[in-house]
């Protein structure tokens, strides 16, 4: 049998062990959207230099963030406690622990803890590099 034969075989073997691995890890979509909670959609993104950034934030009970805006993307998964999004013109979301909120873009809002633990929020942002985070009123 030539070296290439073998060399085959092997490759062979090798693939089919490789394709047949069963592998434990899970994975769970936790959002797929193309807008933010209220409906609006996504506007064509122009990223010519991106910045991706993920914040911890922790809301204590009964604290209420400043209202502010956000002019890039960004999503918050709630780890922990009861989150209310309430907009400037009285809309509002609450959100859980597990659930995940698409963020307004360019619409004033603030998070409020309105439940009896502090609320942990991880935050990814994606925007253009050195776009403030967020931008009080």
């Known amino acids: 049998?030539?070296?290439?034969?073998?060399?085959?075989?092997?490759?062979?073997?090798?693939?089919?062990?490789?394709?047949?691995?069963?592998?434990?890890?899970?994975?769970?979509?936790?959002?797929?959207?193309t807008s933010t909670w209220d409906n609006t959609e996504y506007k064509k993104l122009k990223?010519?230099?991106?910045?991706?950034?993920?914040?911890?934030?922790?809301?204590?009970?009964?604290?209420?963030?400043?209202?502010?805006?956000?002019?890039?993307?960004?999503?918050?998964y709630v780890k922990k406690g009861t989150l209310t999004v309430i907009t400037d013109e009285n809309k509002e979301i609450t959100l859980h622990e597990g659930e995940v909120l698409p963020e307004l873009v360019g619409k004033y809002h603030y998070g409020k803890n309105t439940g009896n633990e502090p609320v942990e929020l991880i935050v990814f942002y994606l925007g253009e590099k050195r776009t403030p985070l967020s931008v009080n009123k």
């Open 47 to 76: 990223i010519k230099t991106p910045e991706a950034t993920v914040l911890k934030i922790i809301i204590n009970v009964n604290e209420e963030l400043p209202m502010h805006k956000h002019d890039l993307v960004n999503i918050a």
């Open 1 to 33: 049998m030539s070296k290439v034969m073998k060399s085959i075989i092997v490759l062979f073997v090798i693939i089919l062990f490789i394709t047949n691995v069963s592998y434990s890890a899970e994975k769970e979509v936790l959002l797929k959207t």
